[in-house]
């Protein structure tokens, strides 16, 4: 994402913050919050868990990555607004002709929408111009957008669903840091703008993914309270404006390239905006209700930022960690969630900007039995057995947690063997088979769990299908992984 500028945090009386929040409240469409559903885990909540989860901490709509029809039927008459996404896989195709766009769709807007799921957009792609995918999707993804459109027109849906596509925020930058001086990048300008035009037709609006944390991540001279909403040691003066937070500013860049190139009532919604809590020594739990709840309580207040006051809309990144994420950008990316992959919140966070009840967990969720798998007291580390059991479950299960300054980086050797054959164990299901590793390892009743560090017990999908490989990026993190565990071994 770009670094652009830093932003103005303007203090309200405290009367007027609180009627904001009152107000905030009482008209959820005019401040609104949303969420991004991810689904890429190897355990699935039901989907009618999650969605009464939505519904209980007053979540109005949901950002979805694609079109499940097992998520979309749960999220009928749910009253709950959604973004349903097109995988940037299915973009050549929907390109190439109007008839795959028709057919996709038929199967998954018209139908959903003549059964009450209330879909409102339709994102094509996403995040499809990143510098990292060297150009692939350059040429596919307006078209794709032009056909989808097309086929909302002929479904008589297009003035109800709108399509956008969400894009990082390194479509846009300012040379000089400063946030009036926003434009489009050079090497996409001419695309953005054809884009643009086309959301402005329409009557869509821009999405964009904001992450000060990515920032942080970047850059190791990044200052640290520039991320969040608390005020600047390092502010960026830009004229009349201070800015001492980077959302605002980065925002606020957004903003200025739309009314440089003559787009300036074209509306914003942030796609995503968040803070990982484990996977990185900037990962975690304090830092995470320290943003997301600043952020909560910015948007609350109600006075928006300096280029455009009023309410923002916007979609926390993410509802729940999804532990079979590509861990390629870092092992933070599987621990998004603002609840653990069971449901259960990680933090206290209040949604209505830091008045009212905070984060509620699911309900009605099912575990499998209370074991774990662990290393037995007997092994010997200096084993060549030990090294490739490690790099073997943590080729097929979710090691991330395992690292320098994360949430299980006090264990000692043993702990961290342990730790992996527990996940792999989890992530088959505690099969028994599973709790072996040539008879390094055992069962046992005692939770393991010590510190920040969770040893946890899967939740039981039932009939689960079998557990497979990760992929590419699941070798590529087991290496990692596996590097680190057997570095403190030795």
Known sequence: MARAGRSLSQSLPVAALVLAVALCAAARRTCAIGVNWGTQLSHQLPASTVVRLLQDNGFDRVKLFDAEDTILGALKGSGIQVMVGIPNDLLADLAA?????????AKNVSGHVRDGVDIRYVAVGNEPFLETFNGTYLNTTFPAMQNIQAALVKAGLADKVKVTVPLNADVYQSPTGKPSDGDFRADIHGLMLTIVQFLASTGAPFVANVYPFISLYADPNFPLDYAFFQGSSSPVVDGGVTYQNTFDANHDTLVAALRRNGFGNVSVVVGEVG???????????????????????????????PLRPGPVDAYLFSLIDEDRKSIQPGNFERHWGIFYYDGTPKYPLSLAGGNGSTLKPARGVKYLDKKWCVLKPSA????????????????????????????CAGLDAKGNVSYAYNIYYQTMDQDDRACDFNGLATTTSVDPSTGTCRFIVEIDVGAAAPRSAMGVAAGWAAAVLAAFVLSVLL
Do not use: E, M
Not at 97 to 105: E, H, I, M, R, T
């Open 97 to 105: 002709g109007g008839k795959a766009a028709d057919n996709w769709v």
């Open 275 to 305: 803070w990982p809590t484990d996977g990185d020594a900037n990962a975690n739990l304090d830092y995470a209700r320290r943003f997301n709840q600043g952020f909560l309580t910015h948007i609350a207040s109600g006075q928006g930022t």
């Open 380 to 407: 010997n580390l200096a084993d060549q057995k030990v090294g490739d059991s490690v790099s073997y479950a943590c080729g097929l299960a979710d090691c991330s947690s395992l690292g320098y300054k994360t949430s």
